[in-house]
């Protein structure tokens, strides 16, 4: 017999509700991940630390993930797709400008949505364990090959525009060199915050492209309008 429509309402809504707490406990799992990495590293994170930080019992995790390995490669790809789902939303930000748009690419880096502590140390541990991991090579590298040719592009076009006398492919591989190389000294702790190596990018997109950027920001001829 088919439900009143009161009770399918019911039913329906206690689908949903179960959904979202899988989802919602999938993401504590995940989250509690992030923070055993920071805090203890990648050998020394295990699923009974991960439970405990996320306030679940260690059958949870086993239900969910049913290993560490599964529950490294879903914290893995779910850090590289926020990464990645960053700062393509801060290119579709910036508009039109070529100049704007490798500025926003820039700044996306240092994000307070991606650039804290807790997240650089667990990508740090990633990379700790990438070479024998091909697993992990394999998650990131399509959405690393698409960065790299969205900034070779931008170099490209700047070239065109600016008359700059360079290659884009090595200016391009220089830059996301620069921006991984911040990155490392916010891992390693030297004193460098996030705003000094903003600050830092800033200062050398400027200095390679100084048609189209000062270290505060597009000139006012490259800026879209309204900005």
Known sequence: MRAGGGDQGLIDGEKRGRKASRETRRQQLIEATIDSLAKRGYSDTTLADVAVGAGLSRGIVNFHFESKENLLIATL????????????????????????RLWALVHADF?????????????????????????YQALCGARDVKYRETVIALCTELKAEGGYDYQPEPVALSLCAMLEGLWLRLLMGDGTTREKALEAASAFVAAVFPRHLTPKGPRPDQAPAGQ
């Open 77 to 100: 790809q779910f850090l590289s797709e926020e990464y990645s789902d960053n700062w393509q939303a801060a290119l579709e930000k910036a508009g039109p400008s070529v100049a704007g």
């Open 111 to 135: 994000s307070r949505k991606i650039c804290t502590k807790r997240k650089i140390a667990a990508w740090g541990a990633f990379w700790g364990e990438a070479k024998s991991r091909p697993t």
